[in-house]
């Protein structure tokens, strides 16, 4: 069964700290795989994508096959990335819909 | 900028009421979903559409169904809603990219309450 785990419900660091969220899937396949984010009152919104290997607002995150993990990754937590992160796949040849997992909060204090 | 709205951001309905969510998009997407999202449960697909009057159920569509009769509009239906229904409702769109997913454009969201 395709499947998303995010491990932690929450997790709090300080400003400066550096984060992982973490994101294990269960696909046999090869899914693409996203990270959303919903910032407070606001809409969710596509943080990044695993094809478009890029780094947005200094965050970065690999897909390791062989772990099938998409962990998301920031050297230096900002108080404004407090947040509400999804980890998503969508199964190849799918017409886009997406899994998700249950999300993680993340609190980065000052 | 691509927008999806939901008609309505806060509802109250009681039991065995008939309730319509209505969502559009002014992006000419072909794809549209409905999630609804709940604490400690993350999103989980209701329904999606491909085309219009097309519809494909997603992982819970029990109670629900779903109208796409133009492409621009997508409309949730709780034929009798229960109170296990009360959550909050996320209308989505996107391109079809074919092997590419494209990005789903998200709602504000309808806060569903139901008495």
């Known amino acids: 069964a395709q499947r998303v785990t995010q491990p932690e419900k929450l997790l709090s660091v300080f400003k400066g700290a550096p984060v992982e969220l973490k994101c294990n899937y269960s696909y046999s396949g090869s899914p693409e795989l996203f990270w959303y984010v919903q910032y407070s009152r606001q809409r969710l919104q596509l943080l990044l994508r695993?094809?478009s290997r890029e780094s947005i607002k200094g965050f970065t995150a690999d897909l390791n096959k062989g772990e099938t993990s998409f962990h998301l990754k920031k050297p230096f937590a900002q108080e404004e990335d407090s947040a509400m992160y999804y980890c998503a796949l969508t199964p190849g040849g799918s017409q886009g819909n997406l899994i998700f997992g249950k999300g993680t909060k993340l609190s980065v204090k000052p | 900028d691509v927008k999806v709205t939901q008609s309505s951001r806060y509802l109250v309905k009681r039991t065995g009421e008939k309730v319509f969510l209505e969502c559009v998009q002014d992006m000419d997407h072909e794809n549209m979903f409905w999630y609804r999202q709940d604490p400690g449960l993350g999103l989980r697909l209701i329904y999606f559409s491909y085309d219009v009057k097309m519809k494909e159920k997603g992982d819970i569509p029990e109670g629900y169904s779903v109208s796409r009769e133009k492409k621009e509009r997508f409309s949730l239906i709780l034929e009798s809603a229960s109170t296990n229904q009360t959550s909050m409702y996320l209308c989505a769109s996107s391109f079809f990219r074919g092997s590419n997913t494209g990005e789903l454009f998200f709602g504000e969201g309808s806060r569903l309450t139901v008495l």
């Open positions: 695993h094809i």
